[in-house]
């Protein structure tokens, strides 16, 4: 997938208001991008944006293509649109709790995304395969799990069955928006060893958004940082926390705990100067 000077604004009472200029990235299979940068930099409207999720009316590509194997999502009819989500390309949100429905069980949720992509499948064939992926993202017992509700489960077990939900039908491309900020430490790192062996078995594409910097260093292959709506500097994960480039990386760096340092009370990043994004 490639993303090429992608511009969303919001209407308002006061008029439209631009909050993404211009973004440009490529995610490759087999490869995760991490999209990092602080809250409303941009990132989660970049992912609404590619999973054709923007609420409307309010919400508008305005500017830019997003290509997916010689497909430009933005001007793609909504019906086809609405038949690659969850499908080719899907998406982790960050709270499972309000992402699953508390009023249906888990086996009728996970049936229905069969349903929808899937319609060949018989019921007991949904079933089993609903069985299939529950195990496959180590819930135990999972025959037990498909007549249980979300609020039966912890937290780490109902992401757990999101990821489950989102790669049922097998998609290129996971958008994974900051799927551990809800977990615990220990949680989110089960989490994040189950996303990196699910990527090497299935070799899909990840887009992983978070502003953890640690989390990036765990999963990502790419690194993209976003910073009032534009991508300020792009790397290798390497490149990026040896040799960061841009003023706003290094102040995010530096906000990193070390055991070589005093610790903060209170931690603030000053405004960026606009002259520090002149092309």
């Known amino acids: ?10 209407t308002t009472d006061d008029g439209p208001v631009k909050v993404l200029h211009g973004v440009n990235f490529d995610v490759r ?3 995760t991008l991490g999209l990092v940068g602080e809250s409303g930099s941009g990132k989660s409207v970049t992912s609404m944006s590619i999973m054709g999720l923007l609420p409307k009316p309010y919400g508008n590509i305005v500017n830019g293509e997003i290509d997916y194997r010689g497909t430009n999502l933005v001007t793609l009819p909504a019906e086809e649109m609405y038949a690659m989500r969850g ?11 309000t992402a699953l429905n508390p009023v249906h069980s888990i086996g009728r949720q996970l049936c229905e995304v069969l349903e929808l992509h899937r319609p060949e499948l018989g019921k007991k064939e949904r079933e089993a395969y609903a069985i299939e992926m ?12 498909l007549n249980e509700y979300p609020h039966n489960l912890s937290g780490g077990m109902r992401q757990r069955v999101m990821i489950a939900m ?4 097998k998609p290129d491309i996971l958008i994974c928006d900051e799927p551990t900020t809800a977990l615990d430490v220990t949680v989110q790192a089960s989490i994040l060893d189950l996303m990196n062996e699910l990527q090497e078995e299935t070799g ?7 502003h953890d910097l640690g989390v990036v260093a765990e999963v990502c292959d790419d690194v993209a940082v976003m910073y ?7 790397a290798e994960i390497f490149e990026l926390f040896d040799n960061p480039q841009h003023p706003y990386t290094e102040r995010l760096m530096g906000l990193m705990p070390s055991l070589d340092n005093e610790p ?3 931690i603030d990043i000053k405004p960026i100067d606009a002259s520090m994004f002149a092309s």
Do not use: N
């Open 1 to 10: 997938m490639s993303v090429k000077d992608l511009e969303v604004e919001f």
């Open 29 to 31: 299979a087999g490869r």
């Open 87 to 97: 499908d080719r390309i899907s998406i982790i949100f960050q709270d499972p709790m």
């Open 134 to 145: 529950l195990a496959k993202v180590k819930i135990p017992m999972p025959e037990k799990r």
């Open 166 to 169: 989102a790669l049922a039908c």
């Open 204 to 210: 899909m594409a990840m887009i992983f958004i978070t």
């Open 228 to 234: 009032g709506g534009r991508i300020v500097e792009k």
């Open 264 to 266: 903060k009370q209170m």
